[in-house]
């Protein structure tokens, strides 16, 4: 088979559609991340009636725990299934939300069913960006 339709061993069958990112991508994003939900949990915490300095504390213990979590995830996503990558990302960014709105001064089952809500969008959201680019 000497056509066109014939693959050599130097093609590839899937050209790579994105660049590979810059390494420090694997702890900027995580800080970024995390100084955002952080920045988040203070604004609320503090507009809810609490202290500058617990509401300081809050965030930065919210900050920390976020931004682990990213980076972990960060680190295995490659070793995953897509659906399980999907199921990870829709899970972390639930939960975050839930723990702000929870923050907010909503009920615990409100926040749980919101944070539950959000986490199936980008969940499925996930799982579509992850299917259509490997095609």
């Known amino acids: 088979m000497n056509g066109p339709a014939a693959i050599t061993a130097r093609q590839h069958r899937h050209p790579r559609l994105h660049p590979p990112l810059h390494p420090s991508a694997s702890w900027v ?6 100084i955002l939900i952080g ?4 604004f609320i915490d503090h507009n809810q009636g609490s202290s500058i300095p617990a509401a300081f504390i809050l965030g930065i213990v919210a900050a920390i ?18 659906e399980v990558r999907a199921t990870l990302y829709g899970a972390v960014f639930g939960c975050a ?36 680019r490997d095609e």
């Open 29 to 34: 994003v995580p800080v970024v991340l995390g």
């Open 39 to 42: 920045g988040w949990a203070v």
């Open 65 to 82: 725990v976020f931004g682990a979590v990213c980076y972990g995830v960060g680190k295995v996503q490659s070793k995953l299934l897509p």
């Open 97 to 132: 939300i839930g723990f702000l709105y929870n923050i907010s001064g909503a009920s615990n089952y409100r926040a749980s069913g919101m944070g539950l809500g959000v986490g199936l969008v980008m969940g499925a959201a996930a799982f579509y960006v992850f299917h259509v």
